[in-house]
């Protein structure tokens, strides 16, 4: 798309800005790094004939403001509610991206086909439930648990998994679902060991709690701050030592409360 055909149809470059900071928002709402979303709307932006591009992005919110050779200006923002980590979706966003620097393509055209590519990168419930009870039984045995530890682990994942599904549909904070999760994952992981199913409720919640560590995005946090994206840094690691404090207030509260059944 040459800049020719961005000045006598305006609306071309706004559409353009436009799906670029849909493919933005949906690297960063599954866990991508800033410096890459602001890379890569600012690309797309001037492959739709942008002559400047500013990009502002955090964990939360996007800001973008374009102008062309015309003088004209665009400025669109975006607020980013939660994420979650899809490391799929950044794959094929980054794809898509990659192909639209290359052929920018009208943007009903582009639109369509990031579209599909939302569709391919769709979570998969199934698969995500399989990976979850490999994890618990996996950590479960890692840290020393017997079989039956890992048959306990297995019941109390496939729990936090189901709290986890009920917490997306009901939009719930991640901070207080933490909590609420690990709390009844603690209270399980003991009722387990109670009516003799597992031995050890430490190896248990040591196998299930490896679903709720938030070490990726402390990972992305501790990355942000590296590449000099400070606030964006500093952001994410505040709300990952956050929600790791649930965590174990919740693990401490299920201890306090049916403690004395061990």
Known sequence: MTAEQTEKDPFLLRDGVGVALDIGVQILYSEGEISRVEDTVSRISRAYGAERV???????????????RSGGSITLSRRIYGSRKNMRRVEEMNALSRRLC???????????????????????NLARAIGALIVCASFTVFFGGSLGDCLASLLVGACVFGMEMLSDRLSINKILYNLNASFIAGVCAILTVWVGIGNSVDQIMFGVIMLLIPGASLTGAIENLMVGDTLSGLMGAAEAIIKSLALAAGVALALTALGGLL
């Open 102 to 124: 290359t052929d920018p393509v009208p943007p009903a055209e582009a639109k369509r086909l990031y579209n599909e590519a939302m569709v391919r990168s769709a979570p998969r």
């Open 54 to 68: 500013d990009v502002f992005a955090i964990t939360s919110l996007i800001v973008i403001s374009v102008s062309d």
